[in-house]
């Protein structure tokens, strides 16, 4: 069984940064999307960033959300089934519940297709 347990939520001023972790534990296979999404109260769920796992022919590809890109930066490591989300110059409005998710197959941002998810962790922006 799939599971994801996020770390590394907290509170940081504005225009600091932090790096949230997420381990993977039971993929069966490496063709496999993670992906970071967050939520604040009332809102739905939305895309942060997303990264193929392992794929011969699109091998290590990332993508992020207008609203995060050139501040956050998703990565892995796949020798210890870790995905990572460094969050540089953090604005009040990142403040969310932030989750690791997994699909199988291509990359994508809708939140329906990704299967699996952690319990997320906070991440609270403000002076």
């Known amino acids: 069984q799939v599971q994801l347990v996020e770390s590394g939520g907290g509170l940081v001023q504005p225009g600091g940064s932090l790096r949230l972790s997420c381990v993977a534990s039971?993929?069966?296979?490496?063709?496999?999307?993670m992906g970071w999404f967050r939520q604040v109260p009332g809102k739905d769920r939305e895309f942060v960033a997303g990264?193929?796992?392992?794929?011969?022919?699109?091998?290590?590809?990332?993508y992020h959300a207008d609203s995060v890109k050139g501040r956050f930066t998703i990565s892995k490591l796949s020798a210890k089934n870790l995905v990572y989300l460094q969050m540089n110059n953090v604005k009040p409005e990142d403040t969310a519940l932030y989750y690791c998710?997994?699909?199988?197959?291509?990359?994508?941002?809708?939140?329906?297709?990704?299967?699996?998810w952690g319990q997320g962790t906070q991440v609270t922006v403000s002076s």
């Open positions: 990264i193929r796992w392992s794929n011969p022919r699109y091998a290590d590809s990332s």
């Open positions: 039971g993929l069966t296979t490496t063709k496999v999307t």
């Open positions: 998710a997994a699909k199988f197959g291509v990359s994508g941002t809708i939140e329906s297709d990704y299967a699996y």
